[in-house]
T-cell receptor, first 107, second 116 residues
Framework: SQQGEEDPQALSIQEGENATMNCSYK?????LQWYRQNSGRGLVHLIL?????REKHSGRLRVTLDTSKKSSSLLITASRAADTASYFC???????FGTGTRLQVFP | GAVVSQHPSWVICKSGTSVKIECRSLDFQATTMFWYRQFPKQSLMLMAT?????????EQGVEKDKFLINHASLTLSTLTVTSAHPEDSSFYICSAHGQTEENIQYFGAGTRLSVL
């Protein structure tokens, strides 16, 4: 079974809006990672949040982690058409990825 | 950042033939590499863990005789799909650990395999 599960599975927004994706996981973790995948390409690491962190920022990305709920969220602010991609969360344990959120940003 | 090169990016082959996919870490040594398979609009499914100098560790349900993995050097792992059939058509992606303890993965660009 998947270690990470993202929701929503698909999200469509207009440029300039914020996009929020959620991830739930099943076991204890040392860190949780978010990746992005453009269609037909490999994954690119976006941001990592450690288990002792509650929030982390990187540019337009904001990640939160709630270890008590075993959940994380990724917020992309002021989205751009170029943010259109699939986003995955993953835990380092056996690198099992969730099903991903497909984000479409319309210009 | 660390770079992983995967080749070829796209291959079409006839049913029954074998296809080799290469995964190279360009600017770092990778004792461990990973091979994934991805179906359209699906997540990545870990197929196997490739260990330099030793046998690969396959995930449950993955045929090791079908998907041969060789990790002969610290910078190269290969996946050979033997006697490919149309159901093997998929997107295959490799990755390697970076040099930190946090297990950040650096991915190749993927190989799209189409078996006719």
């Amino acid at each position: 079974s998947q270690q990470g599960e993202e929701d929503p599975q698909a999200l469509s927004i207009q440029e300039g809006e914020n996009a929020t994706m959620n991830c739930s996981y099943k076991t204890s973790i040392n860190n949780l990672q978010w990746y992005r995948q453009n269609s037909g390409r490999g994954l690119v690491h976006l941001i990592l949040i450690r288990s002792n962190e509650r929030e982390k920022h990187s540019g337009r990305l904001r990640v939160t982690l709630d270890t008590s709920k075993k959940s994380s969220s990724l917020l992309i602010t002021a989205s751009r058409a170029a943010d259109t991609a699939s986003y995955f969360c993953a835990t380092p344990d056996k690198l099992i990825f969730g099903t991903g959120t497909r984000l479409q940003v319309f210009p | 950042g660390a770079v992983v090169s995967q080749h070829p990016s796209w291959v079409i082959c006839k049913s029954g033939t074998s296809v080799k996919i290469e995964c190279r870490s360009l600017d770092f040594q990778a004792t461990t590499m990973f091979w994934y398979r991805q179906f359209p609009k699906q997540s990545l499914m870990l197929m196997a863990t490739s260990n330099e100098g030793s046998k690969a560790t396959y995930e449950q349900g993955v045929e090791k005789d079908k998907f041969l993995i060789n990790h002969a050097s610290l910078t190269l792992s290969t996946l050979t799909v033997t006697s490919a059939h149309p159901e093997d058509s998929s997107f295959y992606i490799c990755s390697a650990h970076g040099q930190t303890e946090e297990n950040i993965q650096y991915f190749g660009a993927g190989t799209r395999l189409s078996v006719l």
